[in-house]
């Protein structure tokens, strides 16, 4: 490490900085077929940082994220379609107001009881839209729906990374470096005593879970323009949820850098097997392997063997998932 | 004392007929009391008596069954705990509720998130240096000892600015040292105009400390007065000191 500067400040800001000319040049470096590779690690990087807002800073379990990306992808393909024909850009907006406006639906009344209510209600929730959007016409049923054609991988690979580049910054800025983020994780740590510091938990909580449905939605919008056809699971299925929580928890839950660390890691390794073993249910049992490890060995994931303090965060989540100690609703 | 008349006139906050019931348990049955502006109010009474359990009502975190919660003039009762702490009502917990996995520091600013925030990194500072926890300022909260742990709850209060704060035992079990920085900072902030309601078992501190005593047995206020009416009250005495703690 002499080569990078000892004050971990400026350490990290050398590193990131490196990584971000890196995975800039990228796109000229390697072939196609690697490129998509790095835009599917840096989706999934994206994805799994959305997660840990809520169920990193805020403790609360969503089991079912993917209705969000979900929404996205099928409201950008649905108004990029007859009658609509709307360019990309313009869609993406409308699916984040969308996927704003169910967060709101769901979370508010689920959000005031214990962390299994609303892990419960967001799982029913990505349930109720796979058989929705299998069922419906305008969704183009069971068959799924496409897109026009854009093959143009360098576009898709920057429009992840830009969005991923946004999703951390705003992780950071937000959870790490504001006001907001000291009300987040006080009532992740202590609900009631939030509360007695005058912090609305209702509210604040339901702005992290809309701001991580929304950026959830981001994704899924440009995961359907790439992919150019999405069925209802492809884009809602449980497996897309899992895997953003696995992730997380590998990385570590509730640091900045345990979802890239595991998002990155996992997506890969899911790649190399799928290279070397074909479509197996191989990853599956990989998956799950890694849930009981982390679990076990490393409940401050990757992130926490690198961290100066000790980070309970796993402990929090499962207080308010079941318990009805300190942590949990008063 | 004094305290008695200001707080007839126009009391910081007033306790009128409160009642809550946990199933057969009659935890709040029927208080009544005052705390005066810029008076320092000791609650005492046998453990299990109902003391917390009227900070909980006090603060909206538990929802009284009938009764009325009066704070700074406005009526309190049934409003949600966040709204009560914006008006200027601070409490700590009998039993640390710290955000563990933050910070000292972080604990201190989350205190001041909502709210106040002008200034709040520069008043984290002072508060550290006033509770001498400067040197814990960057460990997590759950890796403190206990004391300092009620050092913390306690500052946390302080940083909220309030006009009234409910001290919940917070001096029980730690080191005298510990206990002297809080009695100094009570002292400091009541001179900046606070009021305190304070509950409490070492009766030196509460003679020390507390302009006037209110006594509680069995849900209810039993009497109030100050130390030494309530000393000469042997009845009290026996209430209070008469059974097992
Ligand atoms: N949330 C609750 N549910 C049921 N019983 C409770 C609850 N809170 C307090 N109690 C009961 O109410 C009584 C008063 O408790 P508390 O207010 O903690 O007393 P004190 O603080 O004076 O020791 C006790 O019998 C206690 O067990
Ligand atoms: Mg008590």
Redesign the pocket.
């Known amino acids: 490490m002499a080569l990078l500067p000892t004050n971990p400040q400026w350490r990290g800001l050398v590193l990131l900085a490196i990584i971000i000319v890196v995975l800039g040049v990228l796109p000229w470096t390697v072939n196609n077929y690697w490129l998509r590779i790095a835009t599917g690690a840096l989706m999934w990087a994206g994805l799994a940082c959305s997660w840990n807002m809520l169920g990193g800073y805020a403790g609360y379990i969503n089991f079912g994220q993917s209705a969000f990306f979900g929404l996205g992808a099928y409201v950008t393909a649905f108004l990029m379609g007859d009658p609509f024909g709307l360019p990309f850009s313009a869609t993406i907006p409308a699916g984040m107001v969308v996927t704003a406006l169910f967060a709101v639906i769901i979370g508010a009344p689920t959000l005031r009881l214990r962390g299994a209510y609303f892990a419960i209600a967001t799982w029913a929730f990505a349930e109720v839209l796979i058989q929705f959007a299998s069922a419906m016409d305008f969704t183009g049923g069971i068959g799924g729906i496409g897109l026009p054609p854009y093959l143009n991988e360098r576009f898709f690979y920057f429009a992840m990374f830009g969005t991923a580049a946004l999703a951390y910054f705003l992780t950071w800025a937000l959870f790490e470096r504001s006001r907001f983020g000291l009300k987040v994780k006080a009532l992740r740590d202590h609900e009631p005593a939030a509360e007695a510091m005058g912090i609305n938990t209702a509210l604040v909580k339901l702005q992290t879970f809309v701001l991580s449905a929304v950026t959830a939605s981001v994704f899924g919008a440009i995961f359907a323009y790439w992919v150019t056809f999405i069925n209802p699971k492809s884009v809602f299925g449980g497996d897309i949820t899992d895997q953003m929580v696995v992730m997380v928890l590998l990385g570590g839950l509730g640091t900045l850098w345990g979802p890239a660390i595991g998002g990155v890691g996992l997506f890969v390794v899911n790649r190399l097997i799928w290279m070397y073993w074909g479509d197996t249910a191989f990853y599956i049992a990989i998956l799950g392997t890694a849930i009981v490890l982390v679990v076990l060995f490393l409940p401050n994931g990757i992130a926490g063997l690198f961290a100066r303090r000790k980070n309970d965060a796993l402990d929090k989540v499962m207080d308010k998932l079941v318990g009805t100690g300190a942590g949990g609703h008063p | 004392m004094n305290g008695g008349m200001q707080s007839a006139a126009d009391p910081i906050l007033s306790v009128r007929g409160l009642f ?1 019931h ?2 057969g ?4 049955n029927g208080v009544e009391l005052a705390v005066g502006r810029h008076e320092i109010a000791g609650l005492i ?12 009502l006090v603060s909206g975190m ?1 929802m009284p069954d009938k009764g009325e919660i009066r704070f700074d003039g406005r009526a309190v009762a049934g409003m949600s705990a966040h709204r009560i702490a914006r008006l200027g009502l601070a409490r700590t917990f ?1 039993i640390p509720a710290l955000f563990d996995n933050m910070t000292v520091t972080d604990n201190l600013l989350a205190a001041a998130a909502e709210g106040h925030w002008q200034g709040a990194y520069e008043r984290a500072a002072e508060t550290l240096s006033l509770l001498k926890l400067d040197h814990v300022a960057d460990n997590r909260a759950s890796d403190l000892s206990g004391g300092q742990q009620k050092l913390l709850e306690f500052g946390r209060a302080v940083m909220r600015q309030a006009s009234l704060i409910l001290l ?2 917070v001096t029980a079990g730690v080191h005298p040292n510990i206990r002297k920085i809080i009695l100094e900072a009570i002292a400091r902030l009541r001179e900046q105009g606070v009021s305190f309601l304070v ?1 409490e078992h070492d009766m030196e501190m509460v003679r020390n400390v507390c302009d006037r005593i209110i006594v ?1 047995d069995s ?1 209810r206020v039993v009497t109030s007065g100050s130390f030494e009416d309530i000393v000469r009250n042997s009845e009290v005495m026996q209430t209070y000191l008469g059974r097992p703690q």
């Not at chain 2, 348990?25 to 709040?28: D, L, M, Y």
């Open positions: 809550k946990f199933g348990i009659k935890a709040a009474g046998p453990n299990g008596c109902g003391k917390s359990t009227l900070f909980s538990v009998q919940d035992e509950i509680m849900g």
